[in-house]
């Protein structure tokens, strides 16, 4: 499970910081999570291939979050992409893209595709055969949603050993490697944990966008194994929070800690302060695990 930070500050782009956008790579597939002003620019920055993304979520319609994005659909556009794209947000979304690419005569040359959202209940919004993607309901000044990225539990893997000592069909082992016993000819039963080993572990991620500090959706996220979520301010500024509903540093840990999560990503970060290790530093006093989000960083988790 790979994450590459495109752009993680708060508000407008400046010359050497960028709004929110970043790039999950997860079981082979690549999401690319909101998208502010400049994205595009970021993807090539980062050498990620346009191609290989064919799902956009955006957590809010914030310009920070989104203002990129009709700039990638029309340069998609120009590329001359064939492949269906998915654009997965907040209700209002495809109206706000539609008229851009109607008043500035652009239409796609592939196929566009939006999953307008409205619930204020975590629901599936993605799903295949090895991963799944659930809302996260944050609360900010218009409707938001976070993402919860998950892998499905993968199948389990054979003992080729115990299967051969065990004189064991290959015809077999697809249903062995799907968690079942076997009986031999003899009517012995073969545990299924005899034949295998456990698979990794599946791995989480869950995006967190603006919000204000929210207990509520703990549930959501209870021990995932990465969390992002965002720190504009230091808890110097805690005062800010309720009137720009947004968290401090200090929040976002305590959220970590409470969710059992086993790291914690800070980002979204004002800019009014000198230096992020700040964010980290206060973090930290309530959660130890912590990593700064930056333009152009890369996590392998």
Not at 8 to 36: H, W
Not at 174 to 193: A, F, H, M, Y
Not at 201 to 219: V, W
Request: net charge negative; proline share 3%.
């Amino acid at each position: 499970m790979n994450l590459t930070i495109l752009g993680c500050y708060a508000a407008t782009p400046r010359t050497l910081t960028n709004p929110t956008s970043q790039v999950l790579e997860i079981k082979n597939r690549m999401f690319l999570i909101d998208c502010g002003e400049g994205t595009q620019v970021q993807l090539r920055k980062n050498k990620i291939r346009f191609s290989k993304i064919n799902h956009v979520f955006i957590s809010h319609l914030h310009g920070d979050h989104v203002y990129g994005l009709i700039g990638l659909i029309s340069t998609f556009s120009l590329l001359g992409r064939k492949n269906d794209l998915h654009i997965h947000g907040p209700k209002g979304i495809k109206e706000m893209i539609l008229v851009q690419l109607k008043l500035s005569a652009s239409w796609t040359t592939y196929n566009l595709y939006f999953h307008e959202l409205q619930g204020n209940d975590s629901q599936v919004v993605f799903e295949d055969e090895k991963v799944i993607v659930r809302t996260i309901p944050l609360k900010h000044r218009v409707y938001t949603n976070g993402y919860l990225f998950e892998e499905k539990p993968a199948e389990r893997k054979l003992h080729i050993g115990k299967v051969e000592d065990y004189g064991i069909d290959t015809c077999y082992y697809q249903k062995i490697k799907n968690g079942s016993d076997i009986t031999l000819d003899d009517g012995r039963v073969i545990p299924n944990i005899e034949l295998t080993f456990d698979p990794p572990a599946p791995k989480s991620y869950a995006f967190c966008s603006d919000t204000l500090y929210n207990e509520d959706i703990l549930p959501v996220i209870n021990n995932v194994d990465v969390l992002y979520h965002e720190s504009t301010f230091l808890d110097t500024e805690e005062h800010l929070c309720e009137k720009t509903m947004h968290s401090t540093a200090k929040q976002a840990a305590t959220m970590a800690k409470k969710a059992n999560a086993k790291h914690l990503v800070l980002g979204h970060f004002s800019t009014r302060y000198d230096s992020i290790e700040l964010f980290k530093e206060e973090a930290q006093s309530v959660f130890e695990n912590v990593e700064l989000a930056d333009d152009g960083k890369f996590f392998e988790f």
